[in-house]
Nanobody, 126 residues
């Protein structure tokens, strides 16, 4: 059973912090790659951060040093700690997963993911 349920989105001021959570079914949590993607109004969906089964992480340049992705196997949960938030971080944030990496597709490419949550909205006021 595939299930990804995000939570934690909110409206905060620039400079603030938020932590997003994504609870996954056991089947989905065992995916080789899980990550966070976002889509701002009028823009394409983009990769934010991903983590694979051995804990290796990849971040978009725009969030390096500010965001941290992590997993808790005891809770089947993926997290995204977001600090020093900026207005341009405003977007719908989606949790995603793929069980087998696609050759030739970057880890931060949304096209490489098979399973998606419904999203949680993050709004940053400047």
């Amino acid at each position: 059973q595939v299930e990804l349920v995000e939570s934690g989105g909110d409206s905060v001021q620039a400079g603030g912090s938020l932590r997003l959570s994504c609870v996954a079914s056991a089947y989905t949590y065992s995916s080789v790659l899980m990550g966070w993607f976002r889509q701002a109004p009028g823009k394409e969906r983009e990769g934010v951060a991903v983590i694979d089964t051995d804990g290796s992480t990849t971040y978009a340049d725009s969030v390096k040093g500010r965001f941290t992705i992590s997993k808790d196997a005891s809770k089947n949960t993926l997290y995204l700690q977001m600090n020093s938030l900026k207005h341009e971080d405003t977007a719908m944030y989606y949790c995603a997963a793929v069980r087998v990496r696609r050759l030739g597709v970057g880890d931060l490419d949304p096209a490489g993911m098979d399973y998606w949550g419904k999203g949680t909205l993050v709004t940053i006021s400047s």
